[in-house]
């Protein structure tokens, strides 16, 4: 009797250590909804907030990144069209307001990150401004998309020859009575017009920051004397306008990138590689092809976009 009773009580036991240790013991982790697995970006939830200038190149690239991340993961991108100079896109970036942005190298080394040292290569910047971008903001760059897009100053055919003008120094004599015009922040930002008449020793008499998009025709109607534009853009070719050699070497190299947020990227790790597909791809041609489509009026920067995307082979 007493045996069967010490072997109902270590059965007793036996049961309830088994009770204790399964109480104990971790129940398996269940994924989090709002964090995908890093190695599947279809599973990534949530929208991107994508600022865009009101510029051709920045709205046709806009819609490559958009449709890129969409084809490539869950995410959807919302374009926004209400901010317009990088510094407030930055400073908007900063406070968590938007995801992502478009950008060039030269701009965010001398308007952001207030580079004084002496000019840099092309590899350089890109390299100092990817670095000093994570570093001090948690802002991550893309591999550049593939041309230089820096500034150059334009005057018409007839002023050129009748001036006798190829560089930047020859408007010295004549800027005294002449009006320069730029985008619209070409007169505060230190890569443009502060650091360009500072390095040139050159004033104009009056310096108008203008929509981007009308200081072309007002160049051409004779309405400016000189024009300040991105090197990359059709009208210049389209106007016959004469683009002046920098012989100082002032602006700086102006690679195209996408610039997105660090949290993003800590949240969705794969967005740069997606991103990255079009890295080194557009070349100086390609973009100004793609201008003058979206200049022309004739076609959106969406089509745009997808047109040149399944050219490569990237939709």
């Known amino acids: 009797m007493l045996k069967k009773v010490l072997v109902k009580v270590c059965v007793f036991l036996l049961i309830s250590a088994l009770f204790v ?5 971790k129940p398996a982790a269940t994924p989090s909804p709002d964090k995908p ?3 599947d970006p279809m599973a990534y939830t949530g929208t991107i907030k994508f600022a ?6 920045t709205y046709i690239l806009a819609n ?7 084809k490539n993961s869950g995410l959807k991108v919302d374009l ?3 901010l317009t100079a990088v510094a407030v896109m930055h400073g908007a970036m900063k406070q968590g307001d938007i995801d992502m942005y478009h950008n060039w190298t030269g701009t965010a080394l001398m308007d952001i990150l207030k580079y004084e040292g002496p000019r840099l290569s092309r590899e350089d910047t890109v390299k100092y401004v990817t670095e000093k971008s994570k570093e001090k903001d948690n802002v991550v760059w ?4 593939g041309y230089n897009d820096t500034y150059v100053m334009l005057v018409r055919k007839e002023t050129a020859e009748k001036y006798k003008l190829k560089t930047n120094s020859d408007l010295a004599p004549y800027a005294k009575d002449w009006t320069l015009a730029g985008d619209n922040t070409f007169d505060t930002q230190p890569d443009a017009y502060p650091g360009w008449s500072k390095a040139y020793d050159i004033k104009f008499k009056k310096v108008l920051a203008m929509e981007y998009a009308v200081i072309y025709t007002a160049l051409a109607n004779a309405q400016v004397d000189v024009t300040a534009a991105y090197s990359s853009d059709s009208r210049i070719g389209k106007f016959g306008f004469v683009i002046l050699e920098d012989d100082k070497g002032f602006f700086p190299f102006y690679d195209s990138s996408f610039v ?5 990227v800590d949240k969705y790790p794969k967005i740069v590689e997606i991103l990255e597909k079009v890295s080194g791809q557009i070349s100086e ?4 092809a793609m201008n003058l489509k979206y200049d022309d009026g004739k076609v959106k920067p969406e089509v745009i976009a997808q047109e040149f995307l399944k050219s490569k082979g990237l939709l």
Request: with cysteine; glycine share 6%; hydrophobic share 40%.
């Open 21 to 25: 240790v399964a109480g104990c013991s």
């Open 37 to 39: 697995k890093v190695d």
């Open 52 to 57: 865009v200038q009101e510029i051709n190149q």
């Open 64 to 70: 490559m990144a958009k449709l890129l991340i969409e």
């Open 80 to 82: 926004s069209t209400n």
């Open 142 to 145: 893309t591999k550049p998309v």
């Open 260 to 264: 997105i947020r660090g949290e993003i």
């Open 285 to 288: 041609q390609d973009i100004v």
